[in-house]
């Protein structure tokens, strides 16, 4: 745990950020725990999106049809 990583080239001199290197930092890949995971920005897939907006709204539905009234046996 000892590596770490920075995605954005830094000038020592200054401390300012190399704004031609943005472009490069954009598709670093950071290495975390020795190589095992690799990070790196980038798009969320359509059928990502879509799974998480059906999950949400089969949420929306089922707290709207089954989770209501007292509960199990107060039916006063």
Do not use: C
Not at 2 to 28: C, I, L, M, V
Not at 50 to 75: Q, R, S
């Amino acid at each position: 745990m000892s590596e770490t990583t920075n995605p954005q080239t830094r000038d020592d001199t200054t401390g300012t950020s190399n704004p031609s290197d943005k472009a490069a930092a954009h598709q670093e890949v950071e290495e975390y725990g020795g190589g095992h995971i690799k990070a790196r920005h980038g798009r969320i897939n359509g059928w990502l999106i879509a799974v998480y907006a059906a999950l949400f709204l089969w949420a929306l539905y089922y707290g709207y049809t089954y989770w209501g009234g007292l509960g199990p046996g107060l039916n006063y």
